[in-house]
């Protein structure tokens, strides 16, 4: 669609003269919503949000994916207000990090599904269908510059950030999109991704100003059942979909019968773009391999990088390109890295010395810089921040102004390999955690740790992607017994896995004082990596996480519940490094750190051993280890816990689960893609 408009409104004018429409789990499949109807009930949205405040006011909205949410996300534009995606639920998991947010952009409202679905919340609330409940329509025109909505970057519990993302930034990077995937206007895109995290969100809005069908799923699509988004695109026929590397790895693991595979048709699948977090060459290959018989072409996969100061594309592979990867020496070793493609149409990017600020030779490691119209407007009200980050300037130059990504990489040949990063971040399922939030959390698990004194840093996980270590200096110099070190490392699985939804691939003991620091006494978290790595740190107990294992012994007999309780206990103990012990049966799964793709893991080993289909929600619905292990073993145990898919897609019959299986998620409906984790904390009062 040829268009010249600067703002996500005036495309979208453009684009209702296409026969392009909205689907959603709530909506007839069959129908959808024209986007022409969805503009209409957002100038309503407008009108009522300006009943109750003027332009330029922040509002909240805390929907999961669907028709209702661009509605509002529209309307706030409509109205000259700034609309800021938040996840649904989310006051449930995470009040602090909530209030934190409402503290630096002082909303007027918030969004929701209903009222009462949130308990309480440091704002007012209002239901959607309530802003949708008036004859008026109002509507003002935004400029190209003004800002189109407030972005908040992913992972960090300690200072917010939002990224002023404008309406030119937007169709910038829509643009850049757009160049790379080439898709015709007869295209579908669809999406179960978050609209509260810049991938689901700019994926979305690419799909409704280029007047393609889009297909919006619930995050809990993927969660609940990995292989419902594959189902869902083989159903409606999409051309366009992706997610972060985890969803690939994943699915490139599940245990698949090979008629699953035959029931799949994938074929029209032609950009499948992967991004967000490390992406392991590995787990797309494997991907690609897994699916090929369901028609899936190993050139549709996109490797992609980007972030949320950058509205989100910076690089892409282009359409039908083959995957490239190199051998390079990568922050946390030689590892196999990824290309991630070329520079969007239209930007610019550099490899350059973080200290010098020169700009370095193809093939020389150095700091990637961003510069172009996707960059966002800077951090809103951090004018500190906005400075070391967003107007870096190379040496010699006081233009063009830079976006400096703390991301260490390489160019070769025009395709950008990203190694690691400067700053002290982990990326895990697509979100950002700084090392600071992990110490905070490991440092209040054992009462032998304190904060300062544990040290979080990447480390390469077994099948090449990047990992969680941790070092913890201990209090006492001598020689504890294993039995404690072993609940140490419980006890840190546990807590990281119930507050941040990580676990830790290796956690090593040392003795006191042995943490290298700064002449100002902060840790020095890379050169304690290092000094591991070269044996110069006085261990007192190292424990890794070994790979895991899918291969188990046939079963000669159906097992009972004292041979699944075993198989539990043995689980808990090699994968996540549970001291083992039948004491743990008792023990909530929240409390013994099994976070939402763990499950999804436990599930798959479960199904190789019983030869049979294991639901991960099966997982998360049980209260301990002792109550699934009765589930499993009981009278309905043997019965299929997932409808087979018929020799080709039944759009009569469009599910992959059943509908009594359906009917007990009724409850789950407001729960965003990440707080499957705290269906394991409130199954504790079962």
Same mark, same amino acid.
């Given at each position: 669609?040829?268009?010249?408009?600067?703002?996500?409104?005036?495309?979208?004018?453009?684009? +209702?003269?296409?026969?392009?429409?909205?689907?959603?789990?709530?909506?007839?499949?069959?129908?959808?919503?024209?986007? @022409?109807?969805?503009?209409?009930?957002?100038?309503?949205?407008?009108?009522?949000?300006?009943?109750?405040?003027?332009?330029?006011?922040?509002?909240?909205?805390?929907?999961?994916?669907?028709?209702?949410?661009?509605?509002?996300?529209?309307?706030?534009?409509?109205?000259?207000?700034?609309?800021?995606?938040?996840?649904?639920?989310?006051?449930?998991?995470?009040?602090?990090?909530?209030?934190?947010?409402?503290?630096?952009?002082?909303?007027?409202?918030?969004?929701?599904?209903?009222?009462?679905?949130?308990?309480?919340?440091?704002?007012?609330?209002?239901?959607?269908?309530?802003?949708?409940? $008036?004859?008026?329509?109002?509507?003002? $025109?935004?400029?190209?510059?003004?800002?189109?909505?407030?972005?908040?970057?992913?992972?960090?519990?300690?200072?917010?950030?939002?990224?002023?993302?404008?309406?030119?930034?937007?169709?910038?990077?829509?643009?850049?999109?757009?160049?790379?995937?080439?898709?015709?206007?007869?295209?579908?895109?669809?999406?179960?991704?978050?609209?509260?995290?810049?991938?689901?969100?700019?994926? %979305?809005?690419?799909?409704?100003? %280029?007047?393609?069908?889009?297909?919006?799923?619930?995050?809990?699509?993927?969660?609940?059942?990995?292989?419902?988004?594959?189902?869902?695109?083989?159903?409606?026929?999409?051309?366009?979909?992706?997610?972060?590397?985890?969803?690939?790895?994943?699915?490139?693991?599940?245990?698949?019968?090979?008629?699953? @595979?035959?029931?799949?048709?994938?074929?029209?699948?032609?950009?499948?773009?992967?991004?967000?977090?490390?992406?392991?060459?590995?787990?797309?290959?494997?991907?690609?391999?897994?699916?090929?018989?369901?028609?899936?072409?190993?050139?549709?996969? +996109?490797?992609?990088?980007?972030?949320?100061?950058?509205?989100?594309?910076?690089?892409?592979?282009?359409?039908?390109?083959?995957?490239?990867?190199?051998?390079?020496?990568?922050?946390?070793?030689?590892?196999?890295?990824?290309?991630?493609? %070329?520079?969007?149409?239209?930007?610019?990017?550099?490899?350059?010395?973080?200290?010098?600020?020169?700009?370095?030779?193809?093939?020389?490691?150095?700091?990637?810089?961003?510069?172009?119209?996707?960059?966002?407007?800077?951090?809103?009200?951090?004018?500190?921040?906005?400075?070391?980050?967003?107007?870096?300037?190379?040496?010699?130059?006081?233009?063009?102004?830079?976006?400096?990504?703390?991301?260490?990489?390489?160019?070769?040949?025009?395709?950008?390999?990203?190694?690691?990063?400067?700053?002290?971040?982990?990326?895990?399922?697509?979100?950002?955690?700084?090392?600071?939030?992990?110490?905070?959390?490991?440092?209040?698990?054992?009462?032998?740790?304190?904060?300062?004194?544990?040290?979080?840093?990447?480390?390469?996980?077994?099948?090449?992607?990047?990992?969680?270590?941790?070092? +913890?200096?201990?209090?006492?110099?001598?020689?504890?017994?294993?039995?404690?070190?072993?609940?140490?490392?419980?006890?840190?699985?546990?807590?990281?896995?119930?507050?941040?939804?990580?676990?830790?691939?290796?956690?090593?003991?040392?003795?006191?004082?042995?943490?290298?620091?700064?002449?100002?006494?902060?840790?020095?978290?890379?050169?304690?990596?290092?000094?591991?790595?070269?044996?110069?740190?006085?261990?007192?107990?190292?424990?890794?996480?070994?790979?895991?294992?899918?291969?188990?012994?046939?079963?000669?007999?159906?097992?009972?519940?004292?041979?699944?309780?075993?198989?539990?206990?043995?689980?808990?103990?090699?994968?996540?490094?549970?001291?083992?012990?039948?004491?743990?049966?008792?023990?909530?799964?929240?409390?013994?750190?099994?976070? %939402?793709? @763990?499950?999804?893991?436990?599930?798959?080993?479960?199904?190789?051993?019983?030869?049979?289909?294991?639901?991960?929600?099966?997982?998360?619905?049980?209260?301990?280890?002792?109550?699934?292990?009765?589930?499993?073993?009981?009278?309905?145990?043997?019965?299929?816990?997932?409808?087979?898919?018929?020799?080709?897609?039944?759009?009569?019959?469009?599910?992959?689960?059943?509908?009594?299986?359906?009917?007990?998620?009724?409850?789950?409906?407001?729960?965003?893609?990440?707080?499957?984790?705290?269906?394991?904390?409130?199954?504790?009062?079962?």
């Amino acid at each position: 669609m040829k268009t010249f408009s600067k703002t996500i409104i005036g495309r979208l004018i453009d684009a +209702c003269a296409f026969d392009a429409r909205v689907h959603d789990w709530a909506q007839s499949r069959d129908q959808g919503i024209p986007t @022409a109807h969805l503009m209409e009930n957002a100038r309503r949205v407008a009108a009522s949000l300006l009943e109750r405040g003027g332009a330029g006011e922040r509002v909240f909205i805390a929907l999961p994916p669907g028709a209702p949410f661009f509605e509002v996300f529209l309307g706030c534009q409509l109205a000259g207000m700034f609309p800021v995606a938040v996840p649904p639920g989310g006051l449930r998991r995470r009040a602090d990090t909530l209030e934190a947010m409402v503290a630096l952009t002082q909303p007027l409202v918030m969004v929701c599904e209903s009222v009462p679905a949130i308990a309480s919340a440091p704002l007012p609330l209002v239901a959607a269908d309530e802003l949708l409940a $008036t004859d008026r329509q109002k509507a003002s $025109t935004p400029a190209a510059t003004d800002l189109a909505y407030l972005q908040f970057t992913s992972g960090s519990t300690g200072k917010p950030r939002a990224v002023m993302i404008s309406h030119e930034a937007v169709c910038a990077n829509v643009d850049g999109l757009a160049d790379k995937a080439r898709l015709s206007e007869a295209s579908k895109v669809l999406s179960w991704l978050p609209v509260h995290h810049d991938m689901g969100l700019v994926s %979305s809005i690419f799909a409704l100003v %280029s007047g393609h069908d889009l297909i919006l799923e619930r995050p809990e699509t993927f969660s609940r059942a990995p292989l419902g988004w594959l189902e869902a695109i083989s159903r409606h026929g999409a051309h366009f979909s992706g997610a972060p590397n985890f969803a690939y790895e994943i699915l490139g693991r599940a245990p698949l019968e090979r008629e699953t @595979a035959h029931a799949l048709d994938l074929s029209t699948w032609e950009i499948a773009f992967c991004g967000a977090e490390p992406i392991r060459p590995a787990a797309l290959q494997r991907f690609a391999l897994t699916f090929a018989e369901a028609g899936f072409a190993e050139a549709a996969l +996109c490797p992609a990088y980007g972030m949320a100061e950058f509205t989100l594309q910076a690089t892409s592979a282009g359409r039908g390109m083959a995957m490239q990867a190199r051998a390079l020496n990568a922050a946390q070793g030689a590892r196999d890295v990824m290309s991630v493609g %070329s520079v969007v149409s239209g930007h610019r990017l550099a490899i350059v010395d973080p200290e010098t600020r020169l700009p370095l030779a193809d093939g020389q490691t150095g700091e990637i810089w961003l510069a172009g119209a996707s960059m966002g407007q800077g951090y809103w009200k951090d004018a500190q921040a906005t400075a070391a980050t967003f107007n870096a300037t190379l040496a010699g130059q006081d233009r063009p102004h830079w976006l400096r990504t703390g991301d260490l990489g390489q160019l070769i040949d025009g395709e950008l390999y990203v190694l690691g990063r400067i700053k002290n971040v982990l990326v895990h399922q697509g979100r950002n955690f700084h090392a600071e939030e992990i110490e905070t959390v490991a440092a209040a698990a054992h009462p032998l740790l304190t904060l300062g004194n544990v040290a979080a840093y990447p480390v390469m996980s077994a099948d090449g992607g990047e990992a969680l270590g941790l070092i +913890c200096e201990l209090p006492k110099a001598k020689q504890t017994g294993i039995a404690e070190y072993e609940a140490l490392v419980a006890a840190l699985q546990s807590d990281l896995a119930r507050h941040l939804g990580l676990d830790a691939q290796r956690i090593t003991m040392i003795r006191r004082l042995a943490l290298p620091r700064t002449t100002s006494g902060k840790l020095r978290r890379v050169h304690a990596a290092e000094l591991l790595e070269e044996g110069a740190l006085p261990v007192l107990f190292d424990w890794e996480k070994p790979p895991l294992a899918r291969t188990a012994e046939p079963l000669a007999a159906e097992p009972t519940r004292a041979d699944i309780e075993d198989w539990l206990v043995a689980w808990m103990h090699v994968q996540l490094g549970r001291a083992a012990g039948h004491g743990m049966l008792r023990a909530s799964l929240a409390d013994l750190g099994l976070h %939402s793709i @763990a499950a999804v893991e436990l599930a798959h080993d479960l199904e190789d051993w019983l030869k049979r289909p294991i639901r991960p929600m099966q997982i998360f619905e049980a209260a301990s280890l002792d109550a699934l292990a009765q589930a499993l073993a009981g009278p309905a145990a043997g019965a299929p816990l997932q409808t087979q898919m018929k020799a080709k897609p039944d759009p009569a019959s469009p599910k992959l689960i059943d509908d009594s299986f359906e009917a007990r998620l009724a409850e789950l409906e407001t729960l965003s893609d990440y707080e499957v984790d705290l269906r394991l904390a409130q199954n504790t009062s079962k």
